[in-house]
């Protein structure tokens, strides 16, 4: 909801600056705005991964690896809840002050962390880093909505999908490159990984508040405090048991009161919702939209997929073709690759055609492919084979993440935005943590009995049984990390220096425990290609959120929120009272 006085000036503004778009601001414009959202977002993707490699160099300096697990745990816990808040509220209250908080409490998490004296300590600070990120995440591209149009948003998209997919997997790179040195500038080399974030942090909040100016016309409305409390019930209990199932098993007692606690908490959220109404965090009436319901869907399959394979790939470079962290981070690439180029070949198509059914259609069949490829892999696998397969997941990526979020922030009506937003990255971040949990539960469920196969059918072999004589104690050794389950497992160091002969059973049978895990992402990315086919496609609105006339009339606003419900003309046109080229035609259609 936005006033005209808002519009007038970034009009005035616009026309100073050069040629607008429909909704009001110049290109250079809105790349100077981008660079500010874009900044942040890249901290907030980055320090999702970049603790990963560093992990047990911390543990070690902090003396408390056996806590380590809590340092990641806190920081999803906090960013996963803090996301939907922050889509609520900025659509109540605007959104420039709440990314501002986003940055600042990310600043102020980040610089925590450079001083934290005990793991629980640094995970306490990890916590405050995450409620920043979970707005950087989810503000940056409502941002985007309430500025740029539909059909033009497409094209600048694309940078954010291609900022998030290169942070996510440059992460462990920076973080093993600073945790491999002892002192960087007098300061520990695992310290830079959260320092690093501050003057960055800086940089965005100085652009962000100088270039970002969106009218707001604010809403009176009851805050949802009982969503909010019931959504902590639901969530915290479920993020701990996907994180630390693993380790407790998923049977125990302390995994079947998280369950149960979880699924109280879900059932007490739903029930917060229908009785907050339009106020809920997640208001009910955007499960009757087939296109929001569709997207959130998509968004945790395609989550799911993308994240464990992000987990795995990295571990299969590292322990089975026995290259460092950092350069095996280095190696994933060809993902980042896939990502960027065909984030950016779906914005052009959709902006110079403005359909985008198509795309997730393509990009979800490409998924499929990627991990069917990846399910293929073995120890031998050449590492153009390995790229190839990366290349193709990225490009699966790509035509989707920023397509559904187009998709969903289309088919709600301007005030909604912020929770269409937040509710993609909320649903892709639960689908993430459940994937990860997945993939890695299935892996390390089998990988001993996997590895135990390979030794056995490479016993008899004139050259398996020359090198275990000459070397009876490191095929002792390799017996007794393949029986230690995932601990022995995720520091590959120890193959180093080892025959060859004698590891290669082991690298094989670990990657044939991982290439059932790729088999089950592409059964489950199966669902995402059907969803696919089942989004509606609605015509794009040509007129910016911010800049769009929007009426306080109930029944245009359920009109937009739900397209299906249309009769002869788009809907999402005409709850914003001005028509596009496009609103002569049925939504769908």
């Known amino acids: 909801m936005t006033s005209t006085a808002g519009h007038a000036t970034a009009t005035g503004d616009a026309d100073a600056a050069g040629p607008a778009t429909p909704g009001g601001y110049s290109h250079r414009q809105i790349m100077v705005i981008l660079s500010g959202l874009l900044l942040g977002m890249f901290l907030a993707a980055l320090d999702q991964t970049v603790v990963s490699t560093a992990i047990y160099r911390i543990g070690e300096s902090l003396h408390g690896l056996t806590a380590q697990a809590w340092v990641t ?11 939907p808040l922050y889509g609520k509220l900025s659509d109540l209250y605007g959104r420039k002050p709440f990314f501002l908080f986003a940055i600042a409490v990310f600043i102020t998490g980040s610089a925590l962390c450079t001083f934290a004296t005990s793991m629980y300590m640094l995970a306490a600070f990890r916590a405050v880093q995450g409620i920043g990120a979970g707005g950087l995440f989810s503000l940056a591209l409502a941002i985007v909505g309430d500025i740029i149009p539909p059909r033009e948003r497409a094209k600048y998209q694309g940078y954010f999908m291609a900022v998030f997919g290169t942070s996510s997997v440059l992460g462990p790179v920076v973080g093993g490159a600073l945790a491999g040195q002892d002192t960087l500038l007098g300061v520990a080399g695992w310290r830079w990984i959260f320092l690093i974030n ?75 919702q229908r009785r907050a109404g339009d106020d809920a965090l997640l208001p ?21 997929g993308m994240f464990g394979g992000i987990t795995l790939l990295p571990l299969y470079l590292q322990l089975v073709k026995g290259n460092s962290p950092t350069k095996a981070g280095l190696l994933t690439l060809p993902l980042v690759l896939g990502i960027m180029v065909l984030s950016l070949v779906a914005g052009q198509i959709t902006s110079r055609t403005g359909r985008y059914k198509i795309l997730p259609v393509i990009g979800s069949a490409l998924l499929v492919v990627g991990m069917l490829l990846l399910w293929r892999l073995s120890a031998d696998s050449s590492l153009v084979y390995v790229d190839l397969a990366m290349f193709v997941v990225g490009a699966g990526l790509g035509l989707n993440l920023q397509t559904i979020v187009l998709a969903m922030q289309n088919a709600v009506p301007p005030r909604d935005i912020g929770v269409a937003t937040s509710s993609t990255t909320f649903f892709r971040q639960l689908g ?18 996997r590895i135990t196969s390979a030794y056995t059918d490479a016993r008899g072999t004139a050259a398996f049984d020359a090198a275990a004589r000459s070397h009876p104690d490191q095929l002792k050794a390799l017996g007794s990390a393949s029986s230690g389950g995932s601990g022995s497992l995720n520091d590959p160091s120890f193959l180093h220096g080892l025959d060859p002969v004698l590891t290669h059973p082991f690298k094989a049978g670990f990657t044939n425990a991982i290439t059932v895990a790729f088999l089950v992402g592409a059964a489950v990315l199966v669902i995402a290609f059907v969803l696919s086919l089942l989004l509606k496609e609605v015509p794009l609105r040509e007129t910016a959120a911010a800049f769009a006339d929007q009426q306080d009339d ?36």
């Open 284 to 304: 009910p009436r955007l499960f009757r939209n087939g296109v929001f319901v569709v997207g959130s869907a998509q968004s945790a399959i395609i989550g799911i």
């Open 432 to 449: 993430g943590t459940l994937g990860v949990a997945v993939f890695l539960s299935v892996v390390y469920s089998i990988v001993g009995s």
């Open 73 to 83: 745990t806190a920081f999803l816990i906090t960013s996963t809840i803090a996301t």
């Open 198 to 272: 501050v003057p960055i942090g800086i940089v965005a909040l100085v652009v962000v508040a100088r270039v970002l100016h969106i009218s707001h016309e604010r809403r009176e409305h009851r805050i949802d405090y009982a969503g909010a409390l019931t959504l902590v019930v639901a969530l915290v209990p479920l993020l701990i048991v996907a994180e630390q199932g693993r380790e407790w098993g998923w049977g125990a007692g302390s995994s079947l009161a998280c369950y149960a606690v979880g699924l109280v908490g879900i059932a007490a959220f739903v029930a917060a």
């Open 554 to 589: 109930p029944e245009l606003d359920n009109a937009a929120a739900f397209p299906e419900q249309g009769a002869g003309t788009s809907t999402a046109d005409a709850a914003l009272g001005g028509g596009t080229q496009e609103s002569g035609r049925r939504a769908g259609d």
